[in-house]
Nanobody, 115 residues
Framework: QVQLVESGGGLVQAGGSLRLSCAAS????????MGWYRQAPGKQRELVAA???????KYADFVKGRFTISRDNAKNTVYLQMNSLKPEDTAVYYC?????????WGQGTQVTVSS
């Protein structure tokens, strides 16, 4: 069973940066893909970025050139470096891990960007 522990959220001024971390623990299964999603009040949860075991990445159009996802397989941790933050980025950010027996979600971390 996978448990995901997130950190790094907070309040930042527009144009600033944050780095989110998500560590997966207590799993006997291979984690094939990890990613970050976000959800703002009244809106659907949407993919922000994802990364495979081999390091292949994909990004939502609205974060390309600003956010970078990376993965440390030895630590079973995924990171999201968020630069040039905009007020529109304000949302709860969730970590996701896909394994051979299904998907798992973190608790979510609030990111708030002031104008």
């Amino acid at each position: 069973q996978v448990q995901l522990v997130e950190s790094g959220g907070g309040l930042v001024q527009a144009g600033g940066s944050l780095r989110l971390s998500c560590a997966a623990s207590a799993s006997i299964f291979s984690i094939n893909d990890m990613g970050w999603y976000r959800q703002a009040p009244g809106k659907q949860r949407e993919l922000v970025a994802a990364i495979s075991t081999g390091g292949s990445t994909k990004y939502a159009d609205f974060v390309k050139g600003r956010f970078t996802i990376s993965r440390d397989n030895a630590k079973n941790t995924v990171y999201l470096q968020m630069n040039s933050l905009k007020p529109e980025d304000t949302a709860v950010y969730y970590c996701n891990a896909q394994t051979l027996v299904g998907g798992f979600w973190g608790q979510g971390t609030q990111v708030t960007v002031s104008s």
